[in-house]
């Protein structure tokens, strides 16, 4: 997931969007731990992306967080 299309997505979508891409991440390792799974760059990708998504969620409360102030 590209940051221009996490920029698009609502906070109530990035919420949404982080829980199904842990979901995701979890059913990848559990895959991977029973038969090797085809492509395994896939968890670090998926990785990667929610770590994107926090980084975009943390930002925004942040700046609802300084604009009450």
Do not use: G, Q, W, Y
């Amino acid at each position: 997931m590209k940051n221009s299309e996490i920029l698009e997505l609502s906070t109530e979508e990035l919420v949404a969007k982080i829980s199904e891409e842990r979901t995701n991440l979890t059913k990848l390792k559990f895959a991977h731990a029973v038969s090797a799974i085809e492509n395994p760059t896939r968890i670090t990708k998926v990785r990667k992306d929610i770590a994107r998504l926090n980084t975009e969620l943390t930002k925004r409360k942040a700046a609802s967080a300084s604009e009450t102030n």
